[in-house]
């Protein structure tokens, strides 16, 4: 019988309206548990006892549409600008439109104090574009989470990595917002300042799950002294609060409840739950399940991957270099292999040439896997939080990369075909570049598949290149197919190579010219024709559209599949 570990015991504390309140402690006495209970991002069913939302059973997913949580890492697209960036959030999480999005994004910039580097991109640890500073950073993620103006925000750790000077910001700006606006603000924090600790009106203080202190720091200094301590004038109250936990003792007082309090009580079989803010804001934001429709989600999205795109230089302006230069070299490396007499060594030749086609253009789309990842990250953060539906996504990130993968496929095929000599007739180029279209998708929508799959970057580019190398060996080319193991025919079938590989194989012997192409002789007499070739591979004619359906059909399959798993994964999330 697996045992369970009480992460928290008997908790029980009060967050008011136009108060901050900092749930304190060592490390692990249940902070940041603690805050994700509040925030509905532990499962209902991990906690014994109950959680009420104005006195009524919470719904944790509606409760997280009408709430901000800010987790401790800042989840931002590096290539965006602040602006940017609180834009595309505006313009999911708000129902007016891209009017009211653009209203509420430069009150925000002004509130935040960041309207002097709106038009600065976030940057990142391995972005080669110098970024905002971290303090900036903590503040676009936060502004992130106020663009729908909620009642109550929730901050892990918000002065985490950095200096004293930005965290002083960062909660002054925070002590701003509650006394203007009236919200409640819990945060986590970890040995904060002087300056910091005069700005929090309330403490929870935890200690291996269970509250020592809740209330002011003021009384919380009363305590200490009482218990016989003197605190040295270089050490805050807090910290010094910390060290003589034993010292504390839970305060058992009931709290009073609130119109807009968040009370919490967890723990134990009396674990309890209740979260009071305004009644109206729950009826208002209750309008529309989304605040866009699909074709809106699917507009907005599609905006801000072209956006990534673009600026990401080693996917954009690196992949289109890559397919010219590789064309161009291929071509001259393969330049007119038909005129060489010997039409065995011909062959051969061409078919080495369409089989390390193949092999480029399925094993250089992993470059995209650091992109999915990120995006995964931030997917999972805004579905949660009910700003748009997974299946937008997925469609959003196909169409974008339909137009850029059709120009890679042409920038490739364009100088190759006609300096290889294959098929001198325009049929067989738009044939060729089609295949090579549907062999990157196909490519770039195997990867999108695993990006929702694996858990990192490494095991992605590990299990990638190891069903690329599947896929290779098992397509006939290397070893034919009657000669497979009979228990190892489905990989035949399966293989991302075998499709396209056929497909080269009709386009140049095939039809009408390819009945009168020689492809093998001896002394001076042809022994094989084209049409001849391809019956000996099994091949029809008919076969190359039927072939198309096959990869199209690839194509469709692991983008569905990525939309299962991750709508699996975010289904998991918000439940």
């Keep these: 019988m697996k045992e369970e570990t009480a992460i928290l015991s008997d908790v029980s504390c009060e967050a008011k309206p136009g108060k901050i309140t900092a749930i304190a402690g060592p490390s692990g006495a249940g902070k940041t548990t603690l805050l994700e209970i509040l925030a509905g991002k532990v499962p209902l069913s991990r906690i014994s006892g109950k959680v009420l939302v104005n006195d009524k059973p919470m719904d944790g997913k509606h409760f997280r549409r009408v709430s901000g949580y800010i987790t401790q890492d800042d989840a931002l697209f590096p290539l965006l600008t602040v602006e940017e960036t609180l834009m595309f959030s505006a313009r ?38 110098r970024g905002i500073s971290g303090g900036e950073k903590r503040r676009v993620s936060i502004g992130v989470d106020l663009v729908h103006d909620p009642p109550i925000l929730l901050i892990d750790e918000p002065t985490s990595g950095l200096d004293s000077a930005s965290a002083l910001h960062v909660v002054s700006m925070l002590k701003t917002m509650v006394v203007n606006q009236g919200k409640t603000i819990v945060l986590t924090i970890h040995q904060p300042g002087f300056r910091i600790l005069e700005l929090i009106d309330h403490f929870v203080l935890l200690s291996n799950g269970t509250v020592c202190h809740h209330g002011s720091l003021h009384l919380l200094e009363e305590r200490l002294m009482d218990a016989g301590h003197c605190i040295p004038r270089h050490v805050n109250v807090l910290e010094f609060a910390i060290d003589a936990m034993e010292c504390l003792v839970a305060a058992s007082a009931p709290m009073p409840p609130n119109d807009q309090t968040l009370v919490v009580s967890s723990g134990g079989a009396h674990q309890n739950h209740f979260v009071r803010i305004r009644k109206s804001r729950f009826i208002e934001e209750k309008r529309l399940f989304y605040p866009n429709s699909r074709f809106e989600e699917v507009l907005i999205l599609g905006r801000r991957f072209c956006n990534n ?46 089989a390390f086609t193949l092999t480029f253009l399925l094993s250089t789309t ?66 060729f570049s089609l295949v090579v279209w549907l062999v990157v998708l196909m490519s770039n929508s195997f ?16 299990l990638i290149a190891g069903f690329m190398g599947s896929f290779f060996l098992f397509s006939g080319y290397f070893i034919s197919k009657k000669n497979i193991p009979t228990y190892w025919i489905f990989m035949h079938y399966l293989s991302l190579f075998k499709y396209p590989f056929e497909c ?35 091949l029809k004619e008919s076969q190359k559209w039927t072939n198309l359906g096959v990869m199209l059909g690839f194509i469709i399959g692991y983008r569905l599949l990525c939309f299962f798993i991750l709508w699996y994964r975010c289904y998991r999330t918000r439940n």
């Excluded at 397919?323 to 001259?332: H, R």
């Excluded at 012997?509 to 001896?522: A, F, T």
């Design 447 to 462: 990867v999108a598949c695993f990006s929702a799959l694996v858990p990192n970057f490494i095991m992605g580019t590990s």
């Design 309 to 354: 795109i673009f600026r990401t230089k080693q996917l954009f302006a690196a992949r289109m270099i890559q397919a010219l230069v590789a064309g161009f070299v291929l071509g001259t490396i393969f330049m007119n292999t038909n005129n060489n007499d010997h039409g065995k060594v011909t062959l051969q030749t061409r078919l080495g040439f369409f």
């Design 504 to 538: 080269f194989l009709i386009n140049e012997y095939g039809g009408e010219k390819g009945r009168g192409k020689c492809v093998g002789s001896e002394a001076g007499v042809c022994i094989l024709y084209g049409d001849e070739f391809l019956r000996q591979q099994s």
């Design 92 to 129: 999911l999480r708000l129902y007016g439109g891209s009017n009211e999005a653009m209203v509420r994004v430069k009150q925000l910039l002004k509130e935040l104090g960041l309207e002097h580097i709106g038009g600065k991109r976030i940057g990142g640890d391995s972005d080669s574009i």
């Design 366 to 431: 992993t470059e995209g896997l650091p992109i999915f990842l990120q995006e995964r990250r931030i997917l999972m953060r805004e579905t949660s939080r009910g700003a748009y539906r997974v299946s937008s996504y997925v469609i959003a990130n196909t169409l974008v990369f339909l137009p850029f993968l059709l120009t890679v496929a042409f920038l490739y095929t364009t100088p190759v075909y006609w300096l290889v000599g294959l098929r001198k007739n325009i049929d067989g180029f738009l044939f």
